[in-house]
C-alpha cells in the first residue's frame, strides 16, 4: 500500500528501538523525566490535586495496581492514576515546555508510570524500553507541532499539550504496550477523537485537567486500539474536505516520520527542553528575570528597595491577552500575569512556591505595585518563546529611569539549568511529601534508567 504520513507515524512507533537513542537524547530525557517527577510530587500537595483524587476515587470503583504522586496508600485504575498524576504534574504550571510550545512530559510519562505497573510480572518494561517509549511520546509531540506555522507562537486557541501531548501519549504507551504498526495507527486515530481543549481555561483550575485528559486519553487511545478498536487510518494526513489532525489548525502541512536508522536525529538532539525554577507560565520567567535585574540597579541607585521612589513601572511584553492580567485575584491568575510576576519579583527579590498563596497575592503593598504598572507590547517583541524578551522599567519621581531586560531565562534552552540546579528543584518539590532516602532513590534509578529491569519500580 501507498504509505501515508500517518502509516509512517505509525510504522516509526513500531520500529524505532533503543539504539536510536543518541547518547544526548538520553541525557536530557533522563532530565526531564527527574524534572516531571519532581514537579508531579509538589503538585499532588495543591487543592486541584485533592479535586481530582477525590473525583476519581468516588466515581471509579478500580482495579487499583498503579500508583500516585504522594500518596504512598493509595493505587487507581491504570488509567486514572495516569489521569490524577497528569493533574498535579500541571497544577502549578511547573511543568517542562518545549518549543513549538507544549509541555511534553507530564502527557506522556504518568501513562507509562501507571502502564509499567499494570503490565503481569514477567512482561515488564526495563528500563531502555520505558526510556524509549518515553522519547517516542516526545518524537511524536514535536513533529506534529512542525506541521504548523501557527504552532511555533504562543497559543491562542487551544492549550497545545491537550491536542499534541494527547497523541504523545497514546504514541508511547502503544509503543511500551508494544502494538502491531495496525494498532499504533488505530491509537494515533482514536487519540485525535479525543484531543482538545480551549485557551480560555488558562489561570483556572481546569487548565492542570488538560494534562490530566491528555495523559489518560492518549493511554486509553492505545489501549482501545490493543483490544481491537479502529479509526481513520488516515487521521494525520491532509486529505482536501475531510479533517483529520488538520482540524486544530488553519495552517497544516504534515511530511512523513522516516523509518528510525543508525542516523535517525530525534528532535529532542536539536532542540533542548525549558525547565522552570519558579511555578508560573513560561513567559513569567522573562518578566522576572528582567525585574530581578532592574531591582539590582534600583538598589544600587537608593541602597534599598523604595517602592515610593518609583512613579511608574513599564513591562514591555508580547501580545498575549491570556497572560496579561493587570489585577490577578487567585493562584492560578497570578502564575499567568505578567504584571503579578514582575511586581512580586521587584517587591520580594524572588519568586517561588510562596508567591502564589492568597496572603501574598493580596498583599497592600504589590497591590500598590500593580497599580503603577503599564504595560507596552513592542512589535520587535513577538509573541514566541523561541524569540520574545521581557522588559522592565522602573521611572522614578527623580526623572530617572532603570531598565532592566532578559532575552533568555536561567532554564531556557539555550541557557540549561545546571545539573546541580535541576537536583536542587527536584529535591526541594520532593521534599514536600518524600522522605530524603527516597528522593535519592529516586535521582539515582533515573540517572541509571537504561539499566533498569523493571521500570515499574519508579
Known sequence: PEETVTSSFASFIHAVQPEHLSKTVCHRSKRMILDSIGVGLVGSTTPVFDIALQYCRELYSPVAVSSVYGKPDVKLSPTLAAFTNGV??????????????????????PALLAASQMLPAGTKPNGMDFLLAFNVGLEVQGRLMHFSTEAHNIPRRFH?????????????????????TAQCTHALGIAASLAGAPMANAATQAKPLHIGNATRLGFEAALLAARGMEANPLILDDIPGCSGFSVFYGVYQPKPLSTPSEQHEFLLEKQDIAFKRFPAHLGMHWV????????????????????????????????????????????????????????AALLDGEVGLGSFAETSIHRQELRELLDKVVVEHPEDNVANFDKMYGEVALLLHSGDVL?????????????????ESLLKKFRSNASHVLPEEKIETIITMVDNLENLSDSSQL
Open 88 to 109: 498535579a504534574t500541571h497544577s502549578m504550571d511547573f511543568d517542562d515546555t518545549w518549543h513549538p510550545a507544549t509541555h511534553p512530559s507530564g502527557a506522556v510519562l
Open 160 to 180: 497545545p499539550p491537550s491536542v499534541v501531548g494527547t497523541m504523545g501519549s497514546a504514541a508511547a504507551t502503544a509503543k511500551l504496550l508494544s502494538l502491531s
Open 288 to 343: 522576572v528575570d528582567a525585574a530581578l535585574s532592574v531591582r539590582n540597579l534600583f538598589i544600587n541607585y537608593a541602597g534599598s528597595f523604595s517602592p515610593s521612589l518609583i512613579r511608574t513601572i513599564v513591562l514591555k511584553i508580547p501580545v498575549s491577552k491570556y497572560i496579561n492580567r493587570p489585577f490577578p485575584s487567585s493562584e492560578h491568575q497570578a502564575r499567568h500575569s505578567f504584571q503579578f510576576n514582575a511586581c
Open 403 to 419: 531598565t532592566g531586560k532578559c532575552d533568555t531565562f536561567y532554564g531556557h534552552w539555550r541557557k540549561p539549568l545546571s545539573k
